[in-house]
């Protein structure tokens, strides 16, 4: 496999280009039967309330696959990635209407190691809020 | 309800193999809005290095859902799911997962404590192909919210 993007054209610091991505109650609907959770938190708004949610809230592992994007749009070749790790830290929530929510998702190099490796710090926010803590991946570069 | 300190480590082999094929790759990649072609295009993948299609870097959550249901079906493990958020995820790779791998994958609870009135509960999926090599390690940490 090799990435388009090479080891020798990053440097520590580079910015990856930042994105925004929508999310609304149909992508969520698609993602649970992608995926298989069907966690009721992530589709009906009346379950998520009775447990003390402010509303539907996203799948956190959608929010992973799109700060994953980012990344692998970066790199040209998502097989390059090695790492990817992620806590979340808030929920993005997902209103029942035409516009649904937003992840806005940025990151950095933060370090470039000698076996052709790259270390990257991903940010993602929605709604005003990190919704991505220590969002962490470790991509190898031709 | 407390979660039963007893299970850690305890190890939970998946019922039957995972057939990674086309027609899932696609539908997750989809269901992700990801347009990459590796993720759909044999040709692109195979220009990338790949034998066929990929699948997208968190799609072998899969594999840690399935694992950590079965965990979780276990009424004496003491898991409300009703109160399940989502703390962490990670994916430690050996190769990406492509079209035609038959994958074996072992869950096994790893971590059991309780942290300000809530519990957590980290379980791991370690995956393997037909001929024994390692693709990937995946662990999630699943927080019990406390009443």
């Known amino acids: ?142 | 309800m407390a979660i039963n300190p007893d299970y850690l480590g305890r190890e939970y082999p998946a019922p039957e193999v995972y057939e990674v094929t086309r027609g899932k790759i696609r539908e997750f990649a989809e269901a992700v809005n990801d347009p990459n072609p590796v993720y759909v295009d044999r040709a692109a993948a195979k220009a990338a290095g790949h034998p066929d299609v990929i699948a997208p870097p968190t799609f072998p959550v899969i594999l840690g859902m399935a694992g950590s249901a079965q965990a979780i079906a276990d009424p004496a493990l003491g898991v409300d799911f009703s109160r399940v958020v989502h703390g962490d995820q990670s994916f430690h790779y050996t190769r990406p997962l492509h079209a035609g791998d038959v994958l074996s994958a072992v869950t096994r609870i790893t971590g059991i404590k309780s942290l300000g009135g809530n519990e957590l509960l980290t379980l791991e999926t370690v995956a393997t192909a037909d001929d024994g090599e390692h693709v990937v390690t995946t662990s999630m940490m699943l927080v019990v919210r406390g009443e």
């Open chain 1, 1 to 142: 496999m090799s990435s388009r993007l090479r080891h020798a054209d990053v440097e520590v610091g580079t910015e990856l280009p930042e994105r925004t991505f929508p999310v609304r109650r149909l992508d969520l609907v698609r993602y649970a039967g992608a995926s298989g959770d069907f966690n009721p938190i992530h589709w009906n708004e009346r379950f998520a309330k009775s447990v003390g949610l402010p509303d539907v809230i996203a799948h956190g592992m959608f929010t992973m696959a799109e700060a994953a994007r980012v990344l692998t749009d970066w790199t040209g070749d998502p097989g390059c990635v090695v790492d990817y790790s992620v806590r979340f830290s808030a929920p993005v929530v997902v209103p029942d209407d035409d516009e649904g929510a937003e992840i806005t998702v940025g990151g950095k190099v933060k370090a470039k190691n000698d076996d052709g490796t790259v270390a990257v710090l991903l940010t993602a926010r929605s709604g005003g809020a990190k919704v991505l803590v220590q969002a962490k991946a470790l991509v190898r570069l031709a």
